[in-house]
């Protein structure tokens, strides 16, 4: 099944964005403890550099976060995630008026922060409105589009001996029941995320991948976000700062598959991943 263009526009701030083209999200992590760039991204100049990083390497979507959730990491109060959130996106805003804003949030509370005071674009809810009950009538209300990720369990336990009887149907019930409740609150663009390294083995993020196809059966644009996982440098006895070569064959694999964005850390080596897979798609 091949997605119209129509399922492939989302609504940014009035005007239509086409993901008929993949397109790279870059990651901002404004957190102490992400797996890969924690501590990092926490001073303005640092902030700002990788911003401009990411544009000027291809990235059309800034991706912040600021609650790690990586397997095992703290939580963290609403009240601090909004104080990093607040101070990093003022700043953001700023300099980079009119970039595209996604923020990586599971509270609805935030989100309508988030979006009414500093004017983000995009909700990247990693819990697909689970952890948060609110969450369905805020998006509906914000009218923002929404990444409605697949986790199973929590940030604190998900890979805890994750089980599955069926993935595929297990993950695609989920996305079914989720998609018709945000829909029922009047959420209009939902873009789908498997939840790569999220509740699941290795097994189960390279059936995921090698399956990424069937997930068009919701005529819904793909996130796949498998930047520098677990999954690859587990798998190929490296550090995480030795996976960008994994990463690109995975991000190659995807695009192959039918993925709508890149969420990555290396914003040039995924753009660049779209521009070869694009010339041998040319018929």
């Given at each position: 099944?091949?997605?119209?263009?129509?399922?492939?526009?989302?609504?940014?701030?009035?005007?239509?964005?086409?993901?008929?083209?993949?397109?790279?999200?870059?990651?901002?992590?404004?957190?102490?403890?992400?797996?890969?760039?924690?501590?990092?991204?926490?001073?303005?100049?640092?902030?700002?550099?990788?911003?401009?990083?990411?544009l000027e390497e291809g990235g059309q979507i800034i991706d912040v976060g600021a609650y790690s959730s990586r397997p095992g990491a703290y939580d963290?109060?609403?009240?601090?995630?909004?104080?990093?959130?607040?101070?990093?996106?003022?700043?953001?805003?700023?300099?980079?008026?009119?970039?595209?804003?996604s923020v990586d949030t599971f509270r609805a509370t935030v989100s309508e922060v988030v979006v009414n005071d500093?004017?983000?674009?995009?909700?990247?809810?990693?819990?697909?409105?689970?952890?948060?009950?609110?969450?369905?009538?805020?998006?509906g209300q914000l009218g923002v589009p929404y990444i409605l990720m697949h986790m199973k369990g929590t940030p604190q336990n998900m890979q805890m001996n994750p089980h599955y009887d069926n993935l595929f149907g297990e993950v695609s019930y989920f996305f079914s029941s989720?998609?018709?409740?945000?829909?029922?609150?009047?959420?209009?663009?939902?873009?789908?995320?498997?939840?790569f390294g999220f509740g699941k083995t290795i097994d189960h993020n390279y059936e995921l991948l090698r399956e990424l196809k069937q997930f068009?059966?919701?005529?819904?644009?793909?996130?796949?976000?498998?930047?520098?996982?677990?999954?690859?440098?587990?798998l190929l006895d490296v550090a995480p700062q030795d996976a960008l070569n994994g990463t690109t064959a995975l991000n190659t694999v995807a695009l192959l598959n039918g993925a709508n964005i890149l969420r990555v850390h290396?914003?040039?080596?995924?753009?660049?991943c779209i521009n070869l897979v694009r010339q041998l798609k040319k018929a």
């Open positions: 099944m091949s997605l119209d263009m129509k399922d492939l526009m989302i609504n940014i701030k009035g005007s239509l964005f086409s993901l008929e083209e993949p397109v790279v999200m870059g990651i901002l992590n404004i957190t102490p403890d992400s797996f890969f760039d924690g501590g990092k991204y926490q001073l303005q100049k640092d902030i700002e550099r990788r911003c401009e990083q990411i963290v109060s609403e009240g601090e995630e909004l104080k990093r959130l607040s101070e990093a996106l003022g700043w953001i805003r700023k300099k980079y008026p009119d970039v595209i804003i500093f004017g983000v674009d995009i909700i990247n809810d990693i819990s697909g409105g689970l952890m948060d009950e609110r969450m369905p009538e805020v998006i989720q998609i018709k409740k945000m829909r029922s609150h009047g959420v209009k663009d939902i873009i789908l995320d498997p939840g068009d059966l919701f005529e819904l644009p793909m996130l796949v976000g498998v930047s520098r996982k677990s999954m690859i440098y587990k290396d914003v040039k080596e995924a753009a660049e």
